[in-house]
């Protein structure tokens, strides 16, 4: 066997039985398994966390289902490739009657002409596309192309899954080098990796060959620190912490503290969490936290947001952390939350209300003899473009669902409303 080859790539599972921790698509009852066997392969798009398979996945589909794979990257090929591949398919399917696999990592870095390059031979069933991403495809693959393919997530990998692949690439590597190492620790192997299984073999292969000519042949997290050369936070960004420290983030804004909010923000940056995650989450926040006591958060979260998406690590932490400082310090209010809950909660309770006839279109003459839209006040028509009238159905017209917040942008709303709604408010 060729030593040069990396511990990695000798661990590659070449099966889908080999393939750990996606047993939801790999399993007897898999998606992907069933796919494979009933013959009826569809462009796919794998997303996942960095290390969960994604590639070897793709490549076992394109073994298993006798397919011809072209592999490209997108962060180094562009419109080009893809055009070139895709006429050497054509040219397959002549004779083949098998359309092959066109595999592209990382297809969220595509742009939105370069996935166009790709519909109309997905659409002619020239290629079997599968994309890789890391990112979530709602935002990041344009909607014709996701409409034609189905999205599988590949799961994190679980601590226990990690542990056992430590103990895996050990094995093999002592078989291989004629060592007798054992791994008596193993949170700093996993800490480092961030759980990406890849990163994870190459760090034991290189310690282990840091410690092969030495008298050490039991590996703890200190002799694994002196290697790697790199301090660890403590986060996980795949297990209970990850939610913990989401939660003391939020909290921290929601209650009023730039200091625990940009010390949560910190460890989340830290420990490798996803900059998209973070900024979704403080969009929440702003309509759900902040809401009317200050319109302007939810923009201000959503501009953070359009932002790191386009700048990256590492200047997306400024970014981050000026929005997480301006949204604990905004006022706060739950009003809007709370009135859309009150609102499903009335929907469930009373079912489907006919909507009140003056409330009612009526584009034909059968709809206005019936009165659709005859009662109906038209609100500009009247001073200060207002004029009171029913607009919820006849059994609930009384019913209150918003309630304004108390702060100064909602206590200058219930004193217009109250001049509005005598009846009501």
């Not at 962060?75 to 004779?95: H, P, T």
């Amino acid at each position: 066997m060729n030593q040069n080859i990396p511990l990695a790539e000798k661990l590659r599972p070449k099966t889908l039985e080999e393939v750990l921790g996606q047993e939801h698509l790999t399993g007897e009852k898999g998606t992907i398994r069933k796919m494979i066997e009933n013959n009826t392969l569809n462009s796919l798009i794998f997303w996942g966390p960095p290390g969960t398979g994604k590639t070897t996945l793709a490549e076992i589909v394109s073994e298993k289902s006798g397919r011809n794979f072209y592999k490209l990257s997108a962060v180094s090929s562009g419109v080009k490739d893809v055009r070139d591949i895709i006429e050497d398919a054509k040219n397959q399917n002549l004779f083949s009657g098998k359309s092959p696999i066109l595999f592209i990592d990382e297809i969220h870095r595509f742009n939105k002409s370069q996935q166009d390059s790709l519909l109309h031979a997905v659409e002619k069933g020239w290629i079997v596309l599968i994309g890789a991403t890391t990112e979530n495809p709602s935002f990041e693959v344009v909607s014709a192309l996701l409409s034609r393919s189905q999205v599988y997530i590949l799961k994190a990998l679980s601590y226990e899954k990690l542990e056992e692949l430590i103990d895996t690439a050990s094995e093999r590597y002592n078989k291989d080098e004629g060592t007798d190492f054992k791994i008596l620790e193993k949170e700093a192997f996993i800490q480092y990796s961030g759980g990406d299984a890849r990163k994870l073999i190459n760090s034991v292969e290189l310690v282990l060959n840091q410690y092969k000519n030495s008298d050490t042949n039991e590996i703890i997290n200190a002799d694994v620190l002196s290697v790697l050369q790199e301090t660890m936070a403590l986060y996980d960004k795949n297990g209970e912490q990850h939610y913990d420290i989401i939660s003391a983030f939020i909290k921290s804004m929601r209650g009023g503290d730039p200091n625990g909010a940009v010390y949560w923000l910190a460890r989340m940056i830290a420990g490798g969490e996803d900059i998209k995650f973070i900024a979704r989450r403080m969009l929440i926040l702003a309509a759900e936290d902040i809401g009317l006591a200050n319109p302007n958060a939810l923009v201000i979260a959503n501009n953070c947001f359009q932002a790191v998406n386009v700048i990256g690590n590492p200047e997306s932490r400024i970014i981050l952390s000026e929005t997480a400082v301006y949204l604990a310090v905004s006022p706060k209010s739950n009003s809007a939350y709370m009135a859309i809950n009150d609102a499903l909660a009335l929907v469930k309770q009373t079912g489907n209300l006919p909507v009140p006839l003056h409330l009612r279109n009526a584009p034909t003459k059968l709809m206005k003899d019936l009165d659709y839209g005859k009662e109906y006040k038209y609100a500009h028509s009247y001073d200060g473009n207002f004029v009171e009238q029913d607009f919820l159905p006849q059994e609930i017209r009384d019913v209150k669902i918003y309630e304004p917040g108390n702060n100064a942008t909602e206590k200058k709303i219930y004193e217009e409303l109250k001049k509005k709604w005598t009846n009501k408010y």
